[in-house]
């Protein structure tokens, strides 16, 4: 799950970028209402996190831009402001989730999860696929009656095919859901948890389609 923090407070910043990332998401931050809308414009982000009180403007007007454009990434304000006309406001305004400061980490990313989980019309937080039952809270799953553990970045790989099973993943897709902006990608990261996955899920669970990507081994094949 890639996720953009929109935020100018720098402790807190990157605060939630390295307290999300245990929740296994990638995130991207940016501290002001321009490099926002700059970055929703030209990037494919699965929800974000959206402070009121920026430098150089309104959340609200980066809500309204992404709203008259027509896109739907799921955001959840966070904010100080957070009395019942700012909420109101917000939620009217396009927000699909509102929070005050301060909040709980876990929480948060709870109903980061959950907001995005709707925007794909998904109701259940378990992803479940060919015996194997994904837990995002957790970062664990049950395949076959056994619980397995996952590295975060495993797992990141495991829920995107889990998300769509029938689709092709291209490894640069894949890298975009390990790596944010400011991490170096590895060069063979992705085959590399490929690697692991299968020795923990079976050699057929996920399939490599040659010379496009990877997607999760369907029943007749």
Known sequence: MR?????DDEVLRDGLSVGLSLHAMTVDTVERADDARLALDTSDFDAVVLDLMLPDGS?????SHLRARAHHVP???????DGITD???GLDGGADDYMGKPFDLDELAARLRAIARRSVGR???????RGLDLDPARMTGIFNGVELRFSRREFAVLSALMEQPGRIFARS????????????????????H???LRAKLGSTFIETVRGVGYRLRGENR
């Open 123 to 129: 109701s259940s937080g378990t992803l479940s696929y």
């Open 173 to 192: 897709e894949l890298e975009d859901r390990l790596y944010g902006w400011q991490e170096e990608v590895e060069s063979n990261a992705v085959e590399v």
């Open 194 to 196: 490929v690697h692991h």
């Open 3 to 7: 996720v953009l923090v929109v935020e």
């Open 59 to 63: 959340g609200l007007d980066v809500l």
């Open 87 to 89: 909420r109101i406001a």
């Open 75 to 81: 955001v959840l304000v966070l904010t100080a402001r």
